[in-house]
């Protein structure tokens, strides 16, 4: 009998998905439902929010639950999340989920806000296809919510999402093998076309006009759309941790100085300084245990992106020497790496690529011979210009892309350098002395402990 293919049946199927409406809410149901049984996924999504991180917490999901106003009307969020330690409720959150390209609405959160005040609920907890543009700044504008309020607002993203759930199957693991098969149906479910979940994908209305004249510089600090634009590379940034970090398994992070965690509308101002005056753009990203940060910018007038690191040189060992260290670890780098040597007293670099320190490592240092202080290691790739992916690499791609790139063929492979402890001279090895009283030989400078005998 000849053998047949069969199609596989899954737990959370797609077909069947006529509409937008109908695809949030299978979303809604196959997210709660997996959190509610599959608790180290729940808890890589829900402790960063503050929820107790308890392992024996017992946690119960619900889709469409109904509350009474105070004038009592009707208000039926997509879902609520309740956790609970023995006979506590240790944490109770409302959610409200967007698919597609739906986006939240203020005045729908501000009343589910009211709800949970009313109800003693922690939290409202919103899931769309948007990305905050910094941890903390939910990217909804007009919230009626205090910094020091009971109830709080949180925002996952899709993106955010999918990417906990892949670490959590392929790099942390999940012991269960009948939870680990659930996420994974999860993973598939999300990553389907039809779901409504869709990647960070579009720079936006305004992005080709904003590069062009961010190109002529003809582009103005008071322009809206070059503000609009850099909240859009805020959120590219935090895309890009989400995909590096969900090919690596590690929570990789954006680097936002404390100034601008606490004043988000700064961090844009000062983006758009950059893009006007410079036609550029730029953000650090840190892996754990990474050698250092990584550093992302992309020049808009020579189409040009560049991701780097900076390492601190060698101190003990001569220059040329210091050089073949830090060329030895990029073994798989590819020749086109550029190598920014700094000496100590110098702001000019000499700028060698990879291939030509291979070959002699002394074309990267300067005719003083000085040591080198630190190196910055650079790789320039092409910039995309489409405000979205289609039959050519997008802006968007094109970054990520980049990011990627690096990690794998440079970054990963660096370790910094790390100075010798200091060493304990062998005294065994100094002049030697004779003792005269004892006949022994005694090192000179040698440090000795003598038991004196007690008089009588």
Request: overall charge neutral; aromatic content about 4%.
């Amino acid at each position: 009998m000849a053998e047949t293919e069969f199609e596989r049946a899954r737990l959370i199927p797609v077909a069947g998905i006529k509409g937008a409406k109908e695809a949030e809410d299978r979303a809604t149901s196959a997210l709660l439902s997996v959190m509610s049984v599959v608790p180290s996924l729940s808890r890589a999504l829900l402790v960063p929010l503050g929820c107790t991180s308890a392992k024996k917490a017992k946690i119960s999901t619900f889709v469409k639950p109904g509350y009474r106003t105070g004038d009592g009307r009707l208000v039926i969020p997509d879902g609520l999340i309740r956790v609970e330690v023995g006979q506590r409720t240790g944490f109770e959150a409302l959610v409200e989920v967007k698919t597609g390209m739906n986006k939240l609405s203020a005045d729908q959160l501000n009343e589910y806000l009211e709800v949970a005040r009313g109800e003693g609920i922690d939290c409202v907890i919103t899931i769309s296809n948007e990305i905050a543009p910094s941890p903390g700044v939910h990217p909804t504008d007009g919230l009626k919510v205090r910094s020091n309020s009971r109830t709080q607002v949180h925002h996952l993203s899709w993106s955010l999402i999918l990417a906990e759930a892949v670490k959590e199957h392929s790099h942390r693991g999940v012991d269960d093998p009948e939870q680990a098969w659930i996420v994974d149906e999860l993973i598939r479910y999300l990553t389907h076309e039809k779901s409504g979940v869709v990647d960070f994908s579009d720079m936006g209305d305004n992005w080709n006009a904003v590069l062009e004249a961010a190109t002529d510089g003809s582009l103005s600090r008071r322009s809206p759309e070059a503000a609009e634009i850099c909240q859009r590379w805020d959120q590219l940034l935090r895309f890009a941790t989400l995909k590096l970090g969900a090919e690596i398994g590690a929570d990789v992070t954006e680097v936002i100085p404390r100034a601008h965690r606490q004043n988000p509308q700064a961090r844009n101002k000062e983006f758009v300084a950059s893009l006007c005056s410079e036609g550029s753009l730029s953000g650090v990203l840190r892996v754990p245990d990474g050698a250092a940060d990584l550093s992302v910018s992309v020049d808009l007038k020579a189409r040009k992106i560049t991701v780097s690191t900076q390492l601190a040189a060698p101190d003990d060992r001569t220059p040329r020497a210091a050089v073949v260290w830090l060329v030895k670890q990029m073994k798989d780098a590819p020749n086109t790496v550029l190598i920014d040597v700094y000496q100590k007293s110098g702001r000019i670099p000499v700028t060698s690529s990879l291939e030509l320190l291979r070959e002699d490592p002394k074309t990267g240092l300067p005719e003083s011979k000085q040591p080198p202080n630190k190196f910055l290691v650079r790789q320039q790739t092409k910039m995309g210009t489409g405000r979205r992916s289609t039959r050519k690499k997008g802006f968007i791609d094109s970054v990520v892309d980049a990011v990627i790139d690096f990690y794998a063929n440079v970054f990963q492979d660096l370790q910094a350098f790390v100075p010798r402890a200091p060493s304990l001279e062998r005294h065994n090895k100094t002049e030697m002395r004779t003792s005269s009283t004892s006949g022994q030989n005694e090192p000179v400078g040698a440090l000795s402990v003598r038991q004196e005998s007690s008089p009588g």
